[in-house]
């Protein structure tokens, strides 16, 4: 899909872990010039869809990098610049 981001965050409101991992992630990714997509697991089981609440809202924030799950509780930043870094070839 042409125009879609690797990284997405998963949050919650009120969280201050994911606070910080938001802010990291900006960080990171204006360095690297990407972006990435913030999904609040609580609003998207609100709007229908409990599965990314389900899976992963007991170990919130959680990176994932092309959909599969890279990191959690806090970005692994080293790994996460190797990982890229990779993919983009």
């Given at each position: 899909m042409e125009g879609?981001?690797?990284?997405?965050?998963?949050t919650r409101?009120?969280?201050?872990?994911?606070?910080?991992?938001?802010?990291?992630?900006t960080r990171i990714c204006s360095e690297l010039g990407t972006g990435f997509d913030e999904v609040d697991v609580d609003r998207a089981a609100a709007d229908g869809d409990p599965t990314?609440?389900?899976e992963f809202g007991?170990?919130?924030p959680v990176l994932l990098?092309?959909?599969?799950?890279?990191?959690?509780w806090?970005?692994?930043?080293?790994?996460?610049?190797?990982?890229?870094?990779?993919?983009?070839?």
């Open positions: 879609a981001k690797p990284l997405t965050l998963l409101a009120d969280c201050s872990a994911c606070a910080t991992a938001r802010a990291d992630l990314v609440r389900a007991d170990r919130l990098l092309d959909g599969d799950e890279h990191s959690y806090e970005i692994d930043e080293p790994r996460l610049r190797a990982d890229l870094a990779r993919r983009d070839g």
